[in-house]
């Protein structure tokens, strides 16, 4: 869309001036899986309200060209089984255009081979690199890639907050795997020592003894790449009864609503990286209040990823059509696009974001520090 008439102007008023020259009725599908059940449904419950106040939206401004936008949600329990079946009862949906699939690398992992087999349009929240990275082309990714997210983290941590002794705590799944890797190839780069590295399984309740051998190590920070909001939350409580001292700076999950309504003053005074941040700019603002009006809770990254996600492939939509090649074409064409997120231009990859905000959490508020951008690099 770098030619586009959509560019310079908002989504509603486009659809609104394009609106009498085509025919109304009939709805527009999208499909979404989400973890409604599970360990993170809390994560999940603002997916679907993010991804809803962006439809609601567009159809309050009479939709595309007339039809109404319907959003197809199916839960996919946080699980890559239960996510693989939610993406092909999507897929066999005829009326579905597009899927927004998960926020979690290992359910995008499992169903990205079934994007290729339908060659329908997916777009993901999962940040590990490689999930762009494997040749298939109808995948685009709504945040910005773990590269970056450990680059940040990292650089703030040795240059800023004057780290010496690292320690890191991970998921071993998919994304808290890679992000592990990064951060261990980044500080080895900037010649920082990783004096204790420990990964634990999603939804762990007891973070005792690796936070004991934390403390044992020396580390004067600890890196948290945890992929669940709920775990992070259960982690910083923990830590805060063990009266441990110790810097910490996470992956965006430390960052979310969620953990800050779970952790509630345990997440105090720490750092982390967030592709969102509610007062980052005047769009995300704008976001921020709408979502706060509609649903009387702060959002986050899980609600602002989607909310982008929807209005940016309804813009090409329009433009477009919804046939699968034309909505594929149409978004890698996107080009400095103003989301709450970020400004999107996707490479060749399907990556559309390429920074992380660094953060930190204050008054349970997370407080920009610095934009970082990778764009350039």
């Given at each position: 869309m770098s030619n586009s008439p959509l560019l310079g102007i908002g989504l509603a008023t486009f659809l609104v001036l394009s609106h009498n020259a085509y025919a109304a009725g009939g709805t527009i599908e999208i499909g979404m899986l989400a973890d409604t059940s599970g360990p993170a449904a809390l994560s999940g419950s603002h997916k679907v309200n993010g991804a809803q106040l962006a439809v609601d939206q567009i159809n309050a401004h009479g939709g595309i060209h007339g039809q109404m936008v319907k959003l197809i949600v199916e839960d996919d329990r946080g699980q890559n089984q239960a996510g693989v079946s939610a993406y092909e009862k999507l897929a066999a949906d005829p009326n579905v255009v597009a899927i927004i699939d998960s926020v979690r690398s290992t359910i995008v992992q499992a169903t990205l081979p079934y994007a290729l087999r339908d060659q329908i349009p997916t777009l993901i929240g999962g940040t590990d690199p490689k999930l762009t990275h494997v040749g298939n082309p109808w995948v685009f990714r709504f945040r910005p890639n773990d590269t970056y997210a450990s680059q940040a983290m990292a650089s703030y941590s040795t240059g800023v907050m004057g780290s010496k002794k690292v320690a890191i705590l991970y998921d071993t799944d998919a994304f808290g795997s890679a992000g592990n890797n990064l951060l261990i190839a980044a500080f080895k780069k900037d010649g920082v020592p990783i004096v204790s590295d420990q990964g634990y399984t999603t939804a762990a309740q007891d973070y005792t003894s690796y936070l004991e051998t934390i403390k044992g190590s020396?580390?004067?920070?600890?890196?948290?790449?945890?992929?669940?909001?709920?775990?992070?939350?259960?982690?910083?409580?923990?830590?805060?009864?063990?009266?441990?001292?110790?810097a910490i700076m996470g992956s965006p999950s430390i960052a979310t609503a969620v953990d800050i309504q779970l952790a509630g003053d345990a997440v105090n005074g720490t750092y982390g990286v967030s592709d969102f941040v509610a007062s980052g700019t005047p769009v995300s603002k704008e976001f921020t209040s709408a979502y706060e009006a509609k649903y009387h809770s702060a959002p986050d990254l899980f609600g602002a990823w989607v909310y982008d996600a929807v209005n940016v492939v309804s813009q090409v939509i329009a433009a477009d059509g919804t046939s699968p090649g034309a909505i594929q074409k149409g978004l890698h064409a996107v080009q400095n696009y103003p989301g709450v997120e970020g400004t999107y231009s996707f490479d060749r990859n399907g990556d559309g974001l390429h920074g992380y905000w660094v953060v930190q959490m204050k008054n349970k508020t997370a407080a920009p520090i610095k934009f970082v951008d990778f764009s350039s690099s």
């Open positions: 020396g580390a004067d920070t600890l890196e948290t790449y945890m992929t669940n909001a709920e775990d992070e939350a259960q982690m910083l409580k923990q830590l805060r009864q063990l009266g441990l001292n110790i």
